[in-house]
Structures are given as structure tokens and as C-alpha cells.
């Protein structure tokens, strides 16, 4: 009897009442639970409508190929090859498997020793950073002290500096008066190009002016710092930094000059007296603390460092987490400020050198000028045709100031009325106005420049452009 589904003869036979056909038990079953139908007829049909039939067994018989005793060898033959075929592969692939291993277990201990040899490394590198001594020129202490790492306070005698410092500028800075002959705005608003000088130092990127308003500081690229005498007109002294001039700044008489080889060089006259700091890596800024008692310089490295003047040592020196790209002491002194190049500024407590905050400034930062009024601060970003105007004490943008073309600086005059602005494709000067609280611009000039600084009582504008030259602007 042959199932009427599967064509071949039924091991467990049953039959329909209703058609009477013949089917293999498990397959109708099957069929009935999903369809509920017979499948020859496609009537309705039920488990209960199915009768089993009797039938003797039926012996399925032997494949041809297996009849005889040369096919059942060749069958074996066959069976023999492909095992023994599979017992080479499976050695194929435990070799491969062994030597990957191998490999693996040989690049973990070499990775172990290399991370063993590097942590040695630095232990070492550490300890003798410890040991090193910053020396300067003649005045530099002869035995020296040794480098403070990761210093995170200046000593006693610094913090009572930074404490005295701070309360004498506060109690004085709010009712400051403009002193008596300040520039007015209306003869701002008439400043032209009165003079300017050759190309001095071509690559120059910072201008420091002396306070008396007659020396203006600046270097360039071939590693030449210069004196410039405004009133004779010329360069009265030439430093001889030793590479890339990148920041200036003078302290009393002297001039300070940083480097792209991570020195800081300090000179009287034309002669270097002494050398602090060691960055490694270019000092992209220096900051005079308003004592005049210390120095803060900042490097690429991602690390600044405060220089005792006295003694021309490094007192402190603290990594941060990004690249520093300027610096700027707070008014007061109490107070340094760090803009990074992942658009943070990073505000320390210059006592204790640690993080006090951090404020979002949406771009990498080339310049933080603070204003005399000790609550406002100007921020330039990188690539920005604006400079931004923060209050410190509600952490906020409070103006933006629009100038038409990228800034590279900004700074304020002594009475924070004025505020310079310079540019790729000019030099301008924003004025706010107490009565008002308003800001308008009073001046603006098609004078490239790379930096600016006010002279005496405001009365002339000094702009450095990137070929080592000055402009300087005055009433006409």
C-alpha cells in the first residue's frame, strides 16, 4: 500500500472513511492539524475519520551497489579516504591554530616588556626632572633650587605677595579716576598713520610697550628681539633670543623674551641676565603678575609655570588637559587665566595653582586682555571677525563686538574705556560709555596688524604687523 501524499509505501498505513485513500499516519496527522482537510479531495476530514490498516512489514531492499564484495571494498575504499582526508585537514588546522597561538602569546610578552620599559622610563625621566635646576645668566643663584614638579602652591612668602598684591589693586581700581590728560575720544576717533618704521624683524607675533611709553619690544622668526626707541626712531638694542621670538613682555627695565625652544630669556640693556622656564616645546605666552614679583609662562607643551623674579627660579608648574594658547593674569593677581586650544578657558588660583573653572569659549583661544575695571575681560577666538566681552563674575558673554575681518589681538587702555582691537584687515578701537553702558566704535584703519599697544595716556596706537614693522597711529 503506497501513502497518497508521499507516493512510497506506508509504514504505519490508515485510510479515510471519507475517501477511502491510504496515507502514512505521521503525514496525515500532520496535515490534519494544519489544513483539517483531506488532501486528495479537500473535504473536511478529522483524526477520528482515520481507521489504521494492517499490513505485513515490508523489507526495504539492499542498494545495487552493495550486492557484492568488490562494491562493499570499494564503499570502504571510499569511506577510508575521506577519513583519513579529514584527519589531515583537522591536523592542518590545529598546526595553524598552535602557531597563532604562538604569535599571540609572544606579541602579549613583548607588549608587557615594552609597557615594563617605558613605565621605567618615565620613573626615571620623572626623577631627574625633579633634580633639574633653572639657571640663568649672572644673576641667577649660583647653587640653585631644585625644580619644583607638578607644584601645586607657591611658598609662603609668594602667597602673602599675591595676597597683598590683590588687596591693595582692589581696594584702589574701582575708584580710580582717568588720570588728568587722557585722551579724549573725539582726538581717538582722528588717529592716523603717523609714522612706521622697515621691516624689521619679519614673523613677529608680539608687541610689548615699556610703560613709559618710549620702548617698544618686539622679535621675529630669525631668533632677533629688538628695543625700539620711538622718540631717536631706531633700534637702540638688539637680543639675541637664539630662536624664534613668540612672546615679549618687559618687567621694569627689562625685556622678556620667550622662544619657540621652550626658553624664557630675560635681558638688561642688550646683555641676558638670566634664563628661566623649559617647556618643551614653543612658550606661547607670558603673563606679569601685577606685583612684578613673579612671571607666568605657557608652552604648547600643555603646561604653565610661575618664575619667582627674585630668584629666578621656577616655583610651579602645572599640566592642564588640553594645548594653552594664551595667558593673562587677572587685574589683581589673584586670578590666571588660560585659554586652550579646545575653546575652554581654564581659570586658576595663582596661590595654590589649582582649577577653579572653566568657561566655554567655542573656539581655540589667541588672546585674553583683562579690563582695568576688574569685572570684564575681551576674548579673541581663533579665526573670529569679533572679540567676545565677559563678565567674570556671571561667567557670561555680556557684548560681541564685530570688526568685518579675522582679529589676531585686543587690548585695553589703563582707564578700560578703550579697547584696541587688532586685525587682518584693520586696527579699530571700541569705547564704552558708563553713562550710556553702551559701546560704539570711535576709530577704525585699513593697517594690518598683528598686535597692538597703547602709548602714553593713550595718545598714539602702536600696531605690529607680521613683517616686524610698526605703525603708529596718532591724532592728526
Known sequence: MLCAISGEAAREPVASLKSGNVFEKRLIEAHIAEHHTDPVTGEELALEELFPLKSPHVVTPRAPNLTSIPALLSTFQNEWDAIVLEAHTLKQQLAQTRQELSTALYQNDAAIRVIARLQAERDQARDALSNVTISGGGASNGDGDAMQVDGQSLSEELVQVVDETQQRLFATRRKRAAPDGWTSADSISTFDVAASTESLYPGSTSLALHESGDLALFGGADGVAGVYSLPQGKVVHALKAGSAVTATAWWSSRAVVATSAGTVKIFEDATEIAQVASHAGPVVALALHPSGRMLASAGADKRFAIHDLSSFQTVAQVYVDAEITAASFHVDGLLLFLGCADGMIRIFNTKT??????????????????????????????????????????????????????????????????????????????????????????????????DVAWGKDAASLMALTTEGALNILSAS
Open 353 to 450: 595653582c589649582s582649577q577653579m573653572a572653566e568657561l566655554e569659549a567655542g573656539a581655540p583661544v589667541l588672546d585674553i586682555s583683562f579690563s582695568e575695571n576688574g569685572t570684564w575681560f575681551a576674548v579673541v577666538n581663533k579665526g573670529s571677525s569679533s572679540v567676545s566681552i565677559w563678565d567674570i563674575r556671571k561667567q557670561v558673554v555680556i557684548k560681541v563686538l564685530e570688526t568685518g575681518s579675522p582679529v589676531m589681538s585686543a587690548t585695553w587702555d589703563y582707564t578700560g574705556s578703550y579697547l584696541a582691537i587688532a586685525g587682518e584687515g584693520s586696527v579699530s578701537v571700541q569705547q564704552f560709555t558708563k553713562a550710556g553702558k553702551s559701546w560704539s566704535e570711535i576709530l577704525r584703519k585699513a593697517v594690518l596688524a598683528r
